[in-house]
């Protein structure tokens, strides 16, 4: 019986995808586990009333709509023509017209499942046990979470006393505990999976968390959380779990158009189009063509056309003719992130710099530690395992020990304020001794955000500095380090180099931000990807490598030299790390670098600031010291409006305004011969990008079901997450402040709009077989469009084969999608 | 098969993010061990299947091997019948033999 309860709770949660906790925050698709359906059948899409006031906008024309209503109702080619009131229609104008001018009402919104009994209490508990108070950590909590909450429960003053009777001879093991409650509710197996399943669907915040615990930590499972669930449901009486929103969709049939619906469509429609009455003959002909395209199908057509004009638009920006940079005296390599393309822009204007894209571990993933630190961090994309730890070891040992000394006296200070602060009756005496100096110290902070950055910035300089270097030589052998640049060279086309590269990684810095993670490298597992940029660099700079990747046809010359750097991405500085292995041949070249990138970065500032909430009138200064600002909710706009990935050589986008929404991937196809690093660009960075982007797409969706709501109102549970309110399900997805300002929103949700420049065969092998790629494809969750060579035409992809795509070239013709300044200026007093 | 001792293997292959829940019960049901082997490719119910992936371990397929006594192998076998039964992925079941039976419980 065990076994098939464990078994039962696994396929009731297979769709549930694991969430990361906040301290490493992962964008993930909340709905990747039903990749393998349609995205028009599992997704929500936007209220047609907001797709109907892009079309007014001109955000979407009836030319999108048309392109997209050929491609979705095929039939549309054999339907005919409707005259009527003296004019000739089209099937395919008939439908836009539907569209535009139909009655259609939204759905009725999807809404979380309202909390019961069981949800409260059972979320009181989890966090007890997830998140234990220093001072009065749950009992028996190494028991696991049944035994814990066994114990404690039936002394729960929130249960009745028959309940605490019922729960006071519980099973000993989870699993004979959710087989006893399942037999209790008189449950039988077909009953006991769908039930299961609702259950696991009410809590989608604790339930994903836990199965990433589960995995990762080991001290909790979903067999534990499900048995306390439903054991409580017995014991209190409750009626059986109704089914969610989703569940409930999944459950009913899809609603069928009928002839009767057909005709009154086609009534309203022919009565707007003409005042005079249609004659009964075009009134049939109208409901034959409106059939083919039913109402339950208009969101999904809305939401294509919205994104058709987004990829019209930013094909045709793409130059016809390219030109790379001759000679280049600097290349810097940033990650994919959006982000990065707003400075690659910027530092480009110097036209001796090229810069490249990649993903931003640099290939290099790592469990990282910095100096003698008690924890680590895991450096790799969520896709991977950690397998290799590495650390750093100080080149000066006398300074090394001055600066540990000087940081154990301040971390044994923080320690002491901190247990004073939680133990019992320590934080009245705290508040009157150090109290006037936090006090003040808060006041600083509160009116002048910049001077508190400046302390802190003081704080650092005091400090004895750490010359270190990273031990990625004795955490990888040789023949790994040099496949590891084998396969950076080939993935980013790296076919020659500059005496200096810059391999730049990127953070966020901002005070009192829970999401601060979210901000960070999600190529480095939700962290800043400095350690890896340094563990790149050491490898790149290692001359057995480079001896090793001359034997394999891939110099590097001796006069290049790799150094490290991370991208600040709200202050937009580019800081040099490891500055004391520069070797003094390189030193003239990188002060010549940092000096262009100072006035990059200020001007990238400046231009980010039209989109963040209140910024456009700010200083230079002010708007840096946002990252300093514990009041601010908007440090900085992370990776909002994302909308594609660019995978192809620089030359196809140089010079382009692409307004911060695009990842960029670097690709030469003669750099790959096989084929091979084409494929894990697109089963790795192109997957990590559709997850941030259907982060963004469904936060931004629905904003309370799918993202976390207002950060004004969040509870952290520890580093795990956070709660709207004091309880309840942790909530997942991005905070309000990610994706918009009040009820406007900044960014636009749509599937990621993949752009290829390699051999369409190659993407079609490599699709074919990939199952990942298969279903993000050919379930239309995320767009594809490629093409040969820049001298061939765009293609788009489909299941049946590549299609001519004429209209990607097309002029644009229409408004830029720019939010102007003013637009955000007026709703920032929602924030 | 003179001195070899009678037990029952079990074989699944399945997507390597599914294959926590699998791991779990193997060793739940009283298996000593197993074999893992990732990034296996080949055909199957849904179409092909590439082998190893550089960046990305969780959407190639994983093979698990479990060898057990037979009388603790039909509860596991049972279990991941009722794991799998709506979901991607594929058991095989077969008698094999050992020369060391105390390694296999």
Same mark, same amino acid.
């Given at each position: 019986?065990?076994?098939?309860?464990?078994?039962?709770?696994?396929?009731?949660?297979r769709?549930?995808?694991?969430?990361?906790p906040?301290s490493?925050?992962?964008?993930?698709?909340?709905?990747?586990?039903?990749?393998s359906?349609?995205?028009s059948?599992a997704?929500?899409m936007?209220?047609?009333?907001?797709?109907?006031?892009?079309?007014?906008?001109?955000?979407?024309?009836?030319?999108?709509?048309?392109?997209?209503?050929?491609d979705?109702?095929?039939e549309?080619?054999d339907?005919?023509?409707?005259?009527f009131?003296?004019?000739?229609?089209?099937a395919?104008?008939?439908l836009?017209?539907?569209?535009?001018h139909?009655?259609?009402?939204d759905?009725?919104p999807?809404? &979380?499942?309202a909390?019961d009994r069981v949800?409260?209490?059972? =979320?009181?508990?989890?966090a +007890?046990? #997830?998140? /234990?108070? @220093? !001072?009065?950590?749950?009992?028996s909590?190494?028991?696991?979470?049944?035994a814990?909450?066994g114990?404690?429960?039936?002394?729960?003053?929130?249960?009745?006393?028959?309940a605490?009777?019922?729960?006071?001879?519980l099973p000993?093991?989870a699993?004979?505990?959710?087989?006893?409650?399942l037999?209790k509710?008189?449950?039988?197996?077909g009953?006991a999976a769908k039930i299961l399943?609702?259950?696991?669907?009410?809590m989608?915040?604790?339930?994903?968390?836990i199965k990433?615990r589960?995995?990762?930590?080991?001290?909790?499972d979903?067999t534990?959380y499900?048995a306390?669930?439903?054991t409580l449901?017995?014991?209190?009486?409750?009626?059986?779990?109704?089914?969610?929103?989703?569940?409930?969709?999944?459950?009913?049939a899809? &609603?069928?158009?009928?002839?009767a619906t057909d005709a009154?469509? =086609?009534?309203?429609?022919? +009565?707007? #189009?003409? /005042?005079? @009455? !249609?004659?009964?003959?075009?009134?049939?002909?109208?409901?034959?063509?409106?059939?083919?395209?039913?109402?339950?199908d208009?969101?999904?057509?809305w939401?294509?056309?919205?994104?058709?004009?987004?990829?019209?638009r930013?094909?045709?920006?793409?130059?016809?003719?390219?030109k790379?940079?001759?000679d280049?005296k600097v290349?810097?390599?940033?990650?994919?992130?959006?982000?990065?393309?707003?400075?690659?822009?910027?530092?480009?204007?110097?036209?001796?710099?090229?810069?490249?894209?990649?993903a931003g571990?640099?290939?290099?993933p790592?469990?990282f530690?910095?100096y003698?630190?008690?924890?680590?961090?895991?450096?790799?994309p969520?896709?991977?395992?950690?397998?290799?730890a590495?650390?750093e070891?100080?080149?000066?040992?006398?300074r090394?020990?001055?600066r540990?000394?000087?940081l154990r006296?301040?971390?044994?200070?923080?320690a002491?304020?901190?247990?004073?602060?939680?133990?019992?009756?320590?934080?009245?005496?705290?508040a009157?001794?150090?109290?006037?100096?936090?006090?003040l110290a808060?006041?600083?902070?509160?009116?002048?955000?910049?001077l508190a950055?400046?302390i802190?910035?003081?704080?650092?300089?005091t400090?004895p500095?750490?010359?270190?270097?990273v031990t990625?030589?004795t955490a990888?052998?040789?023949?790994?380090?040099?496949?590891?640049a084998?396969?950076?060279?080939?993935?980013?086309?790296?076919?020659?180099?500059?005496?200096l590269?810059?391999?730049?990684?990127?953070g966020s810095t901002s005070a009192?931000?829970l999401?601060?993670s979210?901000l960070?490298?999600?190529?480095?597992?939700?962290?800043?990807g400095?350690?890896?940029?340094?563990?790149?660099?050491?490898?790149?700079?290692d001359?057995?490598?480079?001896?090793?990747?001359?034997?394999?046809g891939?110099?590097?010359?001796?006069?290049?030299?790799f150094?490290a750097?991370?991208?600040?991405t709200v202050s937009d500085?580019?800081?040099?790390?490891?500055?004391?292995?520069?070797p003094?041949?390189?030193?003239?070249?990188?002060r010549?670098?940092?000096?262009?990138?100072?006035t990059a970065?200020?001007?990238?500032?400046f231009?980010?600031?039209?989109l963040?909430?209140?910024?456009s009138e700010q200083?230079?200064?002010?708007l840096?010291?946002?990252a300093d600002?514990?009041?601010?909710?908007?440090?900085?706009?992370?990776?909002v409006?994302?909308?594609a990935?660019?995978?192809?050589?620089r030359?196809?986008?140089?010079?382009?305004?692409?307004?911060?929404?695009?990842?960029m991937?670097?690709?030469?196809?003669?750099c790959?011969?096989?084929?091979?690093?084409?494929?894990?660009?697109m089963?790795?960075?192109?997957?990590?990008?559709?997850w941030?982007n259907?982060?963004?797409?469904?936060?931004?969706v629905?904003k309370?079901l799918?993202?976390?709501?207002?950060?004004?109102?969040h509870?952290?549970i520890?580093?795990?997450?956070?709660?709207?309110?004091?309880?309840?399900?942790?909530k997942i997805g991005?905070?309000l402040q990610?994706?918009?300002?009040?009820?406007?929103d900044?960014?636009?949700?749509?599937?990621?709009?993949v752009v290829i420049?390699?051999?369409?065969?190659r993407?079609?092998?490599i699709?074919?077989?990939?199952l990942?790629?298969?279903?993000?494809?050919d379930n239309?969750w995320?767009?594809?469009?490629?093409r040969?060579?820049?001298n061939?035409d765009?293609?788009?992809?489909?299941?049946?084969?590549w299609?001519?795509d004429?209209?990607?070239?097309?002029?644009d013709?229409?408004?830029?999608?720019s939010?102007k300044?003013h637009?955000v200026?007026?709703?920032?007093?929602?924030? | 098969?003179?001195?070899?001792?009678?037990?029952?293997?079990i074989?699944?292959?399945?997507?390597?993010?599914?294959?926590?829940?699998?791991?779990e019960?193997?060793?739940?049901?009283?298996?000593t061990?197993?074999?893992?082997?990732?990034?296996?490719?080949?055909l199957g119910h849904?179409?092909?299947?590439?082998?190893?992936?550089?960046f990305n371990?969780?959407?190639?397929?994983?093979?698990?091997?479990?060898v057990?006594?037979?009388?603790?192998a039909?509860?596991?076998i049972?279990?991941?019948?009722?794991?799998l039964?709506?979901?991607?992925g594929?058991m095989?079941?077969?008698?094999?033999y050992v020369?060391?039976?105390?390694?296999?419980g």
């Amino acid at each position: 019986m065990s076994l098939e309860v464990r078994a039962a709770v696994a396929r009731a949660t297979r769709a549930v995808i694991p969430i990361w906790p906040l301290s490493s925050f992962i964008a993930v698709n909340p709905l990747g586990g039903r990749e393998s359906e349609d995205f028009s059948v599992a997704a929500v899409m936007r209220p047609l009333s907001a797709f109907r006031a892009d079309y007014s906008a001109g955000r979407i024309t009836d030319v999108e709509l048309a392109a997209v209503l050929m491609d979705r109702v095929p039939e549309l080619d054999d339907a005919g023509r409707v005259t009527f009131d003296g004019q000739d229609w089209t099937a395919v104008d008939l439908l836009v017209a539907d569209l535009v001018h139909g009655q259609q009402a939204d759905p009725a919104p999807a809404l &979380p499942p309202a909390a019961d009994r069981v949800d409260e209490l059972v =979320a009181k508990w989890v966090a +007890a046990y #997830l998140d /234990p108070h @220093p !001072a009065w950590p749950m009992p028996s909590r190494e028991l696991g979470l049944w035994a814990a909450w066994g114990a404690m429960a039936r002394h729960d003053p929130q249960l009745p006393a028959k309940a605490r009777r019922q729960l006071a001879t519980l099973p000993a093991s989870a699993d004979e505990g959710l087989a006893n409650a399942l037999t209790k509710l008189g449950l039988n197996d077909g009953a006991a999976a769908k039930i299961l399943k609702i259950e696991a669907r009410r809590m989608p915040g604790w339930v994903g968390y836990i199965k990433w615990r589960a995995a990762q930590v080991g001290d909790i499972d979903l067999t534990s959380y499900l048995a306390v669930c439903l054991t409580l449901r017995w014991a209190l009486g409750l009626p059986l779990p109704e089914p969610t929103t989703e569940s409930k969709t999944e459950l009913a049939a899809k &609603p069928q158009t009928d002839l009767a619906t057909d005709a009154t469509r =086609a009534a309203t429609l022919a +009565a707007l #189009l003409s /005042p005079q @009455p !249609a004659a009964s003959a075009a009134l049939a002909s109208i409901a034959r063509i409106l059939a083919l395209h039913p109402p339950q199908d208009h969101a999904a057509t809305w939401q294509s056309a919205y994104e058709e004009h987004y990829r019209r638009r930013l094909l045709a920006s793409l130059p016809t003719t390219s030109k790379r940079v001759s000679d280049p005296k600097v290349q810097v390599v940033m990650c994919i992130d959006p982000r990065s393309e707003g400075m690659r822009r910027h530092l480009e204007v110097d036209a001796q710099i090229e810069t490249l894209g990649f993903a931003g571990f640099f290939g290099v993933p790592i469990r990282f530690a910095s100096y003698l630190a008690r924890g680590s961090v895991d450096a790799l994309p969520a896709l991977l395992s950690p397998r290799h730890a590495v650390t750093e070891t100080a080149t000066d040992t006398v300074r090394a020990k001055l600066r540990t000394n000087a940081l154990r006296v301040r971390d044994a200070f923080s320690a002491g304020v901190h247990a004073s602060e939680t133990a019992p009756p320590a934080p009245f005496a705290l508040a009157e001794t150090v109290g006037w100096f936090s006090g003040l110290a808060t006041l600083v902070r509160t009116l002048s955000p910049s001077l508190a950055g400046a302390i802190d910035a003081a704080q650092l300089r005091t400090t004895p500095s750490l010359e270190t270097e990273v031990t990625v030589a004795t955490a990888f052998t040789l023949e790994e380090r040099a496949a590891m640049a084998e396969t950076g060279i080939r993935m980013m086309g790296l076919d020659r180099c500059a005496p200096l590269v810059i391999l730049s990684g990127h953070g966020s810095t901002s005070a009192n931000n829970l999401y601060q993670s979210a901000l960070d490298c999600g190529a480095c597992g939700g962290n800043p990807g400095a350690a890896n940029a340094r563990a790149g660099a050491a490898i790149f700079n290692d001359p057995d490598v480079r001896e090793l990747l001359k034997k394999r046809g891939l110099p590097i010359p001796a006069t290049t030299y790799f150094v490290a750097a991370e991208h600040n991405t709200v202050s937009d500085h580019i800081e040099i790390l490891d500055p004391h292995l520069i070797p003094e041949s390189h030193a003239a070249a990188v002060r010549e670098f940092t000096a262009a990138q100072n006035t990059a970065a200020d001007l990238l500032v400046f231009e980010r600031a039209g989109l963040l909430p209140g910024a456009s009138e700010q200083p230079l200064a002010r708007l840096r010291a946002r990252a300093d600002d514990w009041a601010e909710v908007y440090p900085e706009l992370g990776l909002v409006r994302n909308a594609a990935l660019i995978v192809g050589p620089r030359e196809l986008t140089r010079g382009v305004d692409l307004e911060r929404r695009v990842f960029m991937h670097s690709y030469r196809p003669e750099c790959d011969p096989d084929g091979t690093a084409l494929e894990t660009i697109m089963t790795a960075p192109l997957v990590v990008a559709q997850w941030i982007n259907h982060q963004y797409y469904f936060s931004t969706v629905d904003k309370h079901l799918w993202g976390a709501g207002t950060k004004t109102i969040h509870n952290a549970i520890g580093s795990i997450g956070v709660l709207a309110g004091q309880t309840g399900d942790l909530k997942i997805g991005l905070p309000l402040q990610s994706v918009a300002v009040g009820d406007l929103d900044l960014h636009e949700a749509m599937r990621l709009t993949v752009v290829i420049e390699a051999p369409l065969e190659r993407v079609w092998e490599i699709i074919s077989r990939n199952l990942v790629l298969r279903q993000l494809f050919d379930n239309h969750w995320v767009m594809l469009t490629a093409r040969n060579d820049p001298n061939s035409d765009w293609q788009r992809y489909s299941t049946s084969g590549w299609i001519s795509d004429p209209l990607a070239v097309e002029p644009d013709t229409v408004e830029p999608l720019s939010l102007k300044p003013h637009d955000v200026e007026s709703t920032e007093g929602d924030k | 098969m003179d001195g070899l001792t009678k037990m029952t293997k079990i074989e699944i292959v399945i997507s390597g993010r599914d294959a926590p829940p699998i791991r779990e019960l193997i060793t739940s049901a009283g298996a000593t061990g197993y074999t893992s082997v990732s990034g296996v490719s080949g055909l199957g119910h849904h179409g092909p299947h590439s082998g190893a992936l550089l960046f990305n371990e969780s959407d190639t397929l994983t093979m698990l091997i479990t060898v057990l006594p037979p009388e603790k192998a039909s509860a596991l076998i049972s279990a991941v019948r009722t794991l799998l039964e709506d979901g991607p992925g594929v058991m095989f079941v077969a008698d094999t033999y050992v020369s060391r039976p105390e390694y296999f419980g």
